[in-house]
């Protein structure tokens, strides 16, 4: 909700260069904004194993840092930066679109000095990140025992047959 | 040698104008829209950003059309006088040219379908349905510029207007004009006529698989595409020019008279913009024939 203010008229992130794209692969950065459900998570996953390297990851507001108001849901995650590797987080509930600027800034000149780096963290401790991820995106699973479709779940079963 | 080094000139030229107006034409967006903008050397900075990143290809038709995409609109540009420069004379460049354009689009048109992305073969089979759209109109305007002149030759059309401003085809054809300029937004692909592109539907359409380098390519395809079409334009309707700075400014005054269209009007769907193309630019367009040729 933050993001509309920082590109139009008020904020203007275009001076800086920074732009929204429609997909992942004419993207460097991606933000999470707000709380991730599980869902979420799955969709997050896909989007930024999409990106071409070099990518960056920027987690915007508390709900991505320790779950804010969301810590005890038993549907939402409580850090994003066991799941996929976080370059820059902002804090705050909601932050103010000044401090997106600010952050994407600060990504730059974090990537300037050669700092911001956590894609090549992805591909080191992969295990780390896909046991995290299959440890709460089992929850995901239908209880009723249907199989999903188009998930990596029901492939696996099949795959088994 | 000097041949080669030639075509290499033109086409160094070509793209550093282009992204130098996709620049300055971004500024002109934002400062409409009340923003201040990015600095208008920007495009020349994302275009270095995306040859340096990683791509991601699909097969090999993909690598192709891209490249067949740019040079099919570099080789249009070897045929387009630049202030009485050109790359490759020829007495009827004029149909050549018109020809040439569209193989550049088609190149476009394979890489992405051989993506095989949904969002790419929609924005393609728009982008395809609005070149049906605008080249009819287009079309019919240059032929009435060719009855008038007796000749296919862009160098002889331009300078069949020199001397003062009146003998412009601008003024002399002026329903000419209008209907020339509303394919040329088309041609440009900017709104009301991006329906292709439309990031919040199709997701960007035809560049929705393109990354890095092809991405990149798209770019340069976009910046030697506005190069093109402005300066057929202007040697159509505005005289050419003496010299190359001259051209570059009256290339860069039609540039303007788009974006600012473009800055201000909203999408038409794909078979609005079909309808509106087929009726209003080409009703223009014969009645100015039936003038001229009455």
Redesign the interface.
């Known amino acids: 909700m933050e993001l509309p203010p920082a590109m139009?008229?008020r904020w203007?992130v275009?001076?800086?260069?920074v732009g929204?794209?429609?997909?992942p692969?004419?993207a460097?950065v991606l933000l999470v904004t707000g709380y991730v459900s599980l869902k979420t998570l799955k969709r997050i996953i896909r989007t930024y194993e999409q990106m071409?390297?070099?990518k960056w990851v920027l987690a915007f507001g508390s709900c991505t840092v320790n779950g804010g108001i969301y810590w005890d849901s038993y549907n939402t995650i409580t850090n994003l930066a066991e799941y996929i590797p976080v370059d820059i987080t902002v804090s705050g509930c909601m932050p103010r679109p000044e401090a997106v600027i600010d952050a994407l800034q600060t990504l730059m000149k974090m990537i300037q000095s050669g700092e911001a780096g956590a894609y090549k963290k992805y591909k080191e401790n992969y295990e780390y990140y896909k046991a995290n991820q299959d440890r709460v995106l089992k929850k995901t699973v239908p209880v009723l025992g249907q199989t999903p479709k188009n998930d990596l779940e029901g492939k696996d079963e099949d795959a088994k047959e | 040698m000097m041949a080669v080094l030639r075509v290499f000139l033109f086409g160094i030229f070509a793209i550093f104008i282009g992204l130098l107006f996709m620049g300055i034409g971004r500024k002109v967006i934002a400062r409409i829209q009340l923003r201040y903008g990015p600095p208008f050397y920007q495009a020349f900075l994302d275009v270095g950003k995306l040859f340096a990143r990683k791509s991601i290809t699909h097969n090999f038709v993909m690598d192709l059309g891209m490249v067949m995409a740019l040079g099919g609109l570099l080789a249009t540009m070897l045929f387009v006088p630049i202030a009485g420069h050109v790359a490759v004379k020829t007495s009827t460049n004029l149909i050549v040219i018109m020809y040439l354009m569209a193989i550049g689009y088609l190149g476009m048109a394979m890489a992405v379908a051989a993506s095989g992305n949904p969002n790419a073969t929609i924005g393609v089979s728009r982008a395809l349905t609005m070149m049906l759209g605008y080249e009819v109109p287009f079309f019919t305007v240059i032929l009435g510029l060719i009855i008038v002149n007796g000749t296919s030759s862009l160098e002889l059309i331009s300078q069949s207007q020199a001397g003062s401003i009146l003998n412009w085809n601008m003024i002399k054809f002026p329903l000419a004009f209008i209907a020339a300029e509303i394919a040329l937004q088309a041609m440009m692909g900017e709104k009301p006529f991006d329906a292709m592109i439309a990031p919040a539907e199709i997701a960007s359409g035809p560049m929705v698989e393109l990354s890095g380098k092809y991405l990149g390519l798209a770019f340069l395809t976009h910046a030697v595409s506005i190069f093109v079409e402005t300066a057929i334009i202007v040697n159509l309707f505005m005289g050419g020019a003496s010299n190359i700075f001259t051209f570059v400014l009256k290339q860069f005054e039609i540039y303007l008279i788009t974006i600012f269209i473009e800055a201000v009007f909203p999408r038409f769907k794909i078979e609005q913009a079909v309808k509106f193309l087929w009726t209003v630019p080409i009703g223009i367009a014969v009645l100015q024939l039936l003038l001229i040729l009455l």
């Open positions: 139009t008229s203007d275009e001076r800086f260069g929204p794209m429609a997909t692969r004419q460097d071409p390297e070099p």
